[in-house]
């Protein structure tokens, strides 16, 4: 099955900065791609996905990149917010079969 | 319109014990999966099926079952609880199929503590 792996575990940048979190997937067949937020105590929740055919795409201060070459994906997000804090997961998966995560990135953003 | 619905939100079970985690959904998808997450290990996938009457094992399948008798409903049964189950569960479904495949609907986590 599908391997992914993801890093940093944690990232502390200051308020205003950059942060990007970067994952790996081991499964060619793999052609989706999301990341959720899930801060304390709730449910993830997806902020941006890509697929396959595209390179790039981007919402407002998040953007995600994809190179299906490399098999790796990244998460960008600009001019971060305290309420940026959370704890970022990627993922990857068929579009018909099932999803597998990465193992988190907590993300802490100091004012 | 609920979503993904999990009941019950927090358990304490004894070892040896068995209960069912309940899911349903009322957005007619396909596809609904169970996870576990535990600290520093992410998300990972227990059981999952692509509609009534399929069901397939994920990464972490053993100690647990699980059917789908209806698209609705996709309960997780632990045979005898253990502490290494202790954890929090998600349930979560999608569209299975087709261009509109994609996002994944989680339910709230039914937290569970195996004494």
């Known amino acids: 099955g599908e391997n992914v792996e993801q890093h940093p575990s944690t990232l502390s940048v200051q308020e205003g900065d950059s942060a990007v979190i970067k994952c790996t997937y081991s499964?060619?067949?793999?052609?989706?791609f999301p990341w959720y937020k899930q801060e304390l105590g709730k449910r993830p929740q997806l902020i941006i996905d890509?697929?396959?055919?595209?390179g790039e795409k981007k919402d407002q201060r998040i953007a995600v990149t994809l190179n299906k070459t490399a098999k790796h994906f990244s998460l960008h997000i600009t001019e971060t917010q305290p309420e940026d804090s959370a704890v970022y997961f990627c993922?990857?998966?068929?579009?018909?079969?099932?999803?597998?995560f990465g193992a988190g990135t907590r993300l802490t953003v100091k004012p | 319109n609920a979503g993904v619905t999990q009941t019950p939100k927090f358990q304490v079970l004894k070892t040896g014990q068995s209960m069912t985690l309940q899911c349903a959904q009322d957005m007619n998808h396909e596809y609904m999966s169970w996870y576990r997450q535990d600290p520093g290990m992410g998300l990972r996938l227990i059981h999952y099926?692509?509609?009534?009457?399929?069901?397939d094992q994920g990464e972490v399948p053993n100690g647990y079952n699980v059917s789908r008798s209806t698209t609705e409903d996709f309960p997780l049964r632990l045979l005898s609880a253990a502490p290494s189950q202790t954890s929090v569960y998600f349930c979560?479904?999608?569209?299975?199929?087709?261009?509109?495949?994609?996002?994944?609907?989680f339910g709230e986590g039914s937290r569970l503590t195996v004494l």
């Open positions: 890509i697929r396959s055919n595209v």
């Open positions: 099926s692509v509609g009534a009457g399929i069901t």
């Open positions: 979560a479904s999608r569209i299975a199929g087709g261009a509109n495949t994609g996002e994944l609907f």
């Open positions: 993922a990857a998966s068929p579009l018909n079969n099932d999803m597998r």
């Open positions: 499964d060619s067949a793999s052609n989706y």
